[in-house]
């Protein structure tokens, strides 16, 4: 059974930086195409970031590109997100999710993920 845990979460004031990190564990983490998505109230579940199984492949969101940076350490079985320059914009739950079918493909969509972390929250300040 594979399990993500994020943390990191918080209060942050805007401007600021946070680095969200989601553990992974009981599964074959240098496998998985990793990505970190969020959901804001009121809207869909929306892609932020992600990385392939080598690290060598990334994609972002237009609207986060230049100010995220997604890495993973697979020494620690843990997927990081690098937030800067942060904006009240960014507010929600941000959730790490696994996809275990070993390709360089990066999915935007919910659907290309098989495992679900539970979420952090954290919420930037104006």
């Known amino acids: 059974q594979v399990q993500l845990v994020e943390s990191g979460g918080g209060l942050v004031q805007a401007g600021g930086s946070l680095r969200l990190s989601c553990a992974a564990s009981?599964?074959?983490?240098?496998?998985?195409?990793m990505g970190w998505f969020r959901r804001i109230p009121g809207k869909e579940d929306e892609f932020v970031a992600g990385?392939?199984?080598?690290?060598?492949?990334?994609y972002y969101a237009s609207s986060v590109k230049g100010r995220f940076t997604i890495s993973r350490d697979d020494a620690k079985s843990t997927v990081y997100l690098q937030m800067n320059r942060l904006e009240p914009e960014v507010t929600a739950v941000y959730y790490c999710?696994?996809?275990?079918?070993?390709?360089?493909?990066?999915?935007?969509?919910?659907?290309?993920?098989?495992?679900w972390g539970q979420g952090t929250q954290f919420t930037v300040s104006s």
């Open positions: 009981g599964g074959t983490f240098t496998r998985y195409t």
């Open positions: 990385i392939d199984w080598s690290g060598g492949t990334t």
């Open positions: 999710a696994a996809d275990r079918r070993y390709t360089h493909e990066v999915h935007r969509d919910v659907s290309g993920y098989d495992y």
